[in-house]
């Protein structure tokens, strides 16, 4: 499986109100469909798979949302391509091993995506940040 591309379609982050106590964070990602396209290499056309997917990041109490959709092209040897789609197809199943993939490279750009938003709108990371500790002598 190789990954050839990746694009956002909508991107949408919301402050309601100010953060007053201690909030919570929750991330989730979705996939919402699977297709089969086409994607053109010199003189050929390559089948690919598109992965349409939501990433949110919820601030509870309800202050805000981060909400980004998107699409990420996966290129596959045509059986595995032809059974990632027939199992979707089916019931929205997707093998565990591509799944794993798919997600990863999904959260890799979203957590670095909506921590960018999140600063522009004032609200905590969506994921913890590393903090240094005061190392006594």
């Known amino acids: ?21 201690k909030i919570n964070v929750s991330n989730n990602v979705s996939i919402s469909d699977i297709e089969e396209k086409k994607l053109s290499i010199g003189s050929e056309k390559q089948k690919i798979l598109g992965f349409s997917f939501e ?27 032809k059974d990632v789609l027939d199992g979707w197809k089916k019931g929205k ?12 490279a999904i959260l890799a750009k979203c957590h670095i995506h909506a921590l960018i938003l999140s600063e522009e709108i004032n609200l905590p990371p969506p994921v913890p940040l590393p903090k240094l500790q005061a190392a006594e002598p």
Do not use: H, Q, R, W
Not at 2 to 21: C, H, L, R, W, Y
Not at 67 to 72: A, D, H, P, R, S
């Open 1 to 21: 499986m190789t990954i050839v591309g990746f694009n956002f379609t909508k991107i949408n982050a919301e402050k309601k109100e100010a953060a007053k106590d």
């Open 55 to 81: 990433f949110i990041s919820k601030y509870e109490p309800d202050i805000g949302s981060i909400k980004l959709n998107g699409e990420i092209l996966v290129m596959d040897d045509s059986s595995k391509a």
């Open 93 to 104: 199943k997707i093998p565990k091993e591509i799944m794993t993939d798919i997600l990863n």
